[in-house]
């Protein structure tokens, strides 16, 4: 009998004391909350502001980028000290040695952060392809200390501290790999089913990213399947691209049907071939509310009330920038409908179907209006021309 006792006793202190033993992480903390803006193609563009200045910057949130980042036309508007690096940065577009900026801290609404070493890149061309100064990238740097809540449905974001975080029901979690980006498994089909890892990117304002190679390698593309030349722009300039269509995208238990991808030469590697296959982008991702828990290595997506809305699948071959407060053409893609319609380089864009609004953001969307077409009134040469543009719908 006391032998028996004993035994039940050293397991009582056996696992009591494991009991104690166990860490136990404390709950997430809401720090604050704040609204954003979306662009064209779903990118997200907060308010805040450098240290103690009092000017609202904007900022875009990037998932993409593996650090934290302000415009060099803003630092110097700053007055902040630049330190030249061996500190490089890559894109889709070309690589660069960055310099940077120290012991500077963001400032939102009831909100200040620790500080960040900031890298110096020109964001003039974003800003003219969006036609907003953009004065920064918010990245890893950030998104590794908190836990962050997007909220599509109200343009919304929310700040908690790392801890134990509930996660809303009927989502999906996702468990990516990190670098300084998350890499993330997603199944691709159109020939046949193809499982792939992809470079989670909330500051690609497209659907998905294709490496060429592995298109290529992988026959993605049905035979004699139609690819439409397009531009795009990315770090270090503008890209020579292809426009297709993918039949089917499982984004874990979701699908999508006919979704549109781009395709480019990965001249400088951006997408680390073949151990990754490309970039997933907002304009899919914007359908889910999203949290990305990157102190645990989580990201946990929901269906929103964008989950259903309509591809983009308009093809102009026109490329337009805000450039001094003007809608300007630049580059016609040879043999695209905006190159039979006419326009040439330089042209100045007065009015879209009678939107004379300046404002680029709409005057996309106007082009955007498949299978149509499209009156655009231009100014070239200090003459005013009309020209009619058949906006291609690459799904039929």
């Given at each position: ?12 202190i ?22 954003f803006?979306q ?10 502001s ?11 949130l ?32 070309g ?11 963001l ?24 036609g ?51 890499l993330?498994?997603f ?8 499982v ?8 690609a ?26 531009q ?7 890209i ?6 993918i ?15 781009y ?10 071939y ?6 997933i ?16 290595k ?32 630049g ?6 409908p ?11 864009i ?47």
């Amino acid at each position: 009998m006391l032998k028996k006792i004993f035994i039940s006793l050293s397991l009582f202190i056996f696992l009591k004391g494991f009991a104690q033993e166990e860490f136990v992480p404390p709950q997430a903390k809401f720090i604050a909350k704040f609204p954003f803006t979306q662009l064209i193609g779903g990118l997200i563009m907060i308010q805040a502001s450098v240290d103690t200045s009092t000017t609202s910057l904007n900022f875009l949130l990037d998932t993409g980028s593996g650090g934290i980042s302000l415009d060099s036309s803003t630092v110097e508007r700053l007055g902040f000290v630049t330190h030249p690096t061996e500190r490089q940065i890559r894109g889709i577009a070309g690589v660069r040695k960055v310099p940077f900026t120290y012991g500077h801290y963001l400032n939102f609404t009831d909100f200040a952060t620790d500080t960040f070493s900031f890298h110096i890149n020109n964001y003039a061309l974003l800003s003219s392809v969006y036609g907003t100064e953009i004065n920064g990238v918010i990245g890893f740097s950030f998104l590794r200390r908190y836990i962050v809540k997007i909220d599509y449905d109200n343009q919304q974001i929310e700040i908690y501290s790392p801890g134990t975080f509930k996660y809303p029901r009927n989502g999906y979690l996702i468990k990516p790999s990190f670098s300084t980006l998350p890499l993330t498994y997603f199944t691709l089909q159109n020939n046949h089913k193809i499982v792939n890892r992809y470079i989670f990117d909330t500051g690609a304002g497209l659907c998905f990213l294709l490496n060429k190679e592995f298109v290529e390698d992988n026959i993605l593309l049905k035979k004699n399947q139609k690819v439409y030349k397009t531009q795009a722009e990315g770090l270090g300039g503008k890209i020579e691209m292809g426009l297709a269509l993918i039949k089917q995208v499982h984004i874990g238990p979701y699908k999508f049907k006919d979704v549109p991808v781009y395709i480019f030469e990965d001249e400088f590697n951006a997408t680390s071939y073949p151990h990754n296959a490309g970039i997933i982008g907002n304009d899919l991702l914007r359908r889910f509310n999203v949290i990305l828990n990157y102190p645990d290595k989580e990201i946990h997506i929901k269906p929103n009330s964008k989950f259903s809305d309509a591809f983009d699948y308009s093809y102009t071959g026109l490329n337009i920038y805000l450039i001094e407060n003007n809608i300007v053409v630049g580059e016609v893609v040879k043999g695209s409908p905006a190159d039979k319609a006419g326009f040439i380089e330089g042209d100045i864009i007065v009015a879209v179907d009678n939107n004379f609004s300046n404002n680029i953001q709409l005057i996309k969307m106007a082009l955007q209006n498949v299978g149509s077409s499209v009156q655009v009134v231009v100014s070239r040469g200090n003459k005013i021309q009309m020209l009619i543009l058949e906006v291609v719908n690459i799904l039929h």
